[in-house]
């Protein structure tokens, strides 16, 4: 006799919020620039940290994750840590971000090539990286996909 484990995977809500907003159609970086400071509230944070939108097929929101936290001047990204979650989400597109606690609105070297990954990684799975936003301070951020890096 073998011993053979069954398992399940699951998504588990972990807070539930009303925010004023006027939709959750995520169609311009500007927008999604306030939901992400709005709801995750990073712009405050004095360590980095990485998370998405996760977008349906009409590009509104469905989820948003928080997926590292990371130190004063990095955080780390784990590919299959993002789309899993999207996956499990079922989203169709997503808006990666993270903050950059020095203040700094450039994106690294480090943020280029983790951002064309991921981008990579989610062709392959049919889910769109729209954008990656640079949160660095209130209302402050930068658009990677207004900056022709995406």
Do not use: W
């Amino acid at each position: 006799m073998k011993k053979i484990t069954r398992y399940d995977v699951k998504l588990v809500k972990e807070e539930c919020k009303l925010y004023d907003l006027q939709d959750t159609v995520m169609d311009s970086s500007k927008k999604a620039g306030k939901v992400i400071q709005m709801i995750c509230d990073i712009h405050n944070s004095a360590v980095e940290k990485f998370g998405m939108l996760c977008l349906n097929a009409r590009h509104e929101i469905v989820g948003v994750h928080i997926i590292h936290v990371g130190g004063i001047s990095e955080s780390l990204v784990d590919v299959r840590a993002v789309y899993q979650r999207a996956l499990l989400q079922n989203a169709s597109s997503v808006i990666l971000f993270h903050n950059h606690p020095s203040g700094s609105p450039r994106p690294s070297q480090a943020d280029i090539i983790s951002t064309q990954k991921l981008k990579a990684a989610g062709a392959t799975l049919d889910i769109k990286v729209l954008d990656h936003i640079i949160v660095y301070g209130d209302n402050k951020y930068t658009s990677m996909a207004e900056s022709g890096l995406i």
